[in-house]
């Protein structure tokens, strides 16, 4: 496994320290200064701990607070002043999203029954005035979503199907790049070593799998899958399901992530996995 030697994932590290009061079955991935060959490492942690913080925000900000006149009287939500990010978010002839990234070089396909949001995009803006957004639970994932880096956190995916929210917990997949990470997977060994640290960085933390394997189209990637006892902003205690998918970009590091319930794993997986094989890269 190839890494990179410069820098750490500053903004993520800051931002899991900021909310881990909100994770009980997690410890905090910036607990000490990370040496250059934990970089990729702490990027497992950090990505799995960013996923779940959606559905454990304890105190919503007041920007999405439910209103009791009649919808869609929601107040707007102020998007962060940020860097402009050179993405595009088009809509595809069968109702889904194909997500494009020019510094990454890279895109995908998002299936029409996610709700896909890049946090400075208009569509984010437009995301607060579905209906599906007076439930407490969505409402949670926005508002985390927001105040999020865009050059850090590229996507994000929520399943707003009322009736797939698990006592709080909002399935939803990130998409988290390290433009300054590089890191290629020689062997399942690798994958391994990923895996190993993600125990000791995620307190209760089962690995069910660990693969390395190829897209349709050749594309390697490493892949992980976790189940993770967590406590909900509702106070119900489940069992989170996570894959994680790491892919080696002409710049950087790709992770993307599914976060679920055992329940909904059935569900959600193979829509994932439809996303992760419509996977590509260009130059």
Partial sequence: MKKNRSGILTAVL?????????LPSTQSASSTTPTPDTRLERMVAETVSAALVLTQQVTPEPTLTPSPTPFPTVTP?????TEAVDTTLEKTAEGGN???DVSGKYQLSVPAEWLTVRIDGQEFLDAGLLPEVQNPAIQRS?????????DIFRLFMLDINEEHIDGGFVTNINLVWDKQL??????????????DSLKESLKDSEILSTELKTTQSGISMGVITTRT????????KINAFQKLVFFDLP??????????TEKWQSVSEPSFDTIIESFNIFE
């Fill in 14 to 22: 800051l931002w899991i320290t900021a909310l881990a009061c909100v």
């Fill in 77 to 81: 939500i102020v998007i962060p002043e």
């Fill in 98 to 100: 194909l997500f494009s």
């Fill in 142 to 150: 926005l508002t985390t979503i927001k105040n999020q880096n865009p």
């Fill in 182 to 195: 590089e890191v290629i997977f020689n062997s399942v060994v690798d994958v391994e070593g990923l895996a």
């Fill in 229 to 236: 006892p967590i406590f909900t902003a509702e106070g119900v």
């Fill in 251 to 260: 710049v950087g590091t790709l992770s993307v992530t599914l976060s679920t």
